[in-house]
């Protein structure tokens, strides 16, 4: 893990920093970003953001690129592009 910092001055402990979206993040209590990140597991990648207090998930894809771009596009994109 590395130490990265958002635009907004926090910094936060992540896997990876690409295009402003941190990826695997660390989140400790009372230290979630208010901005979208990226979960990365063995198999899927999922797109989450802190909305009025709450985790929200939007979206499970395949992809780097696919997650990238529902998190730039936000919460209007939601959709699970998860194949079956």
Same mark, same amino acid.
């Given at each position: 893990?590395?130490?990265?910092?958002?635009?907004?001055?926090?910094?936060?402990?992540?896997?990876?920093?690409?295009?402003?979206? /941190?990826?695997?993040? /660390?989140?400790?209590?009372?230290?979630?970003? !208010?901005?979208?990140?990226?979960?990365?597991?063995?198999?899927?990648?999922?797109?989450? =953001? /802190?909305?009025?207090?709450?985790?929200? =998930?939007?979206? !499970?894809?395949?992809?780097?690129?696919?997650? /990238?771009? =529902?998190?730039?596009?936000?919460?209007?994109?939601?959709?699970?592009?998860?194949?079956?």
């Amino acid at each position: 893990m590395a130490k990265f910092k958002l635009e907004d001055g926090t910094e936060y402990l992540a896997e990876d920093f690409i295009d402003g979206y /941190l990826i695997n993040p /660390l989140l400790l209590r009372g230290s979630t970003p !208010v901005v979208p990140f990226i979960l990365r597991t063995e198999h899927v990648l999922s797109v989450h =953001c /802190l909305i009025g207090g709450w985790l929200r =998930c939007w979206g !499970v894809f395949d992809t780097l690129d696919e997650a /990238l771009n =529902c998190a730039k596009k936000g919460s209007s994109s939601w959709r699970n592009k998860k194949s079956a």
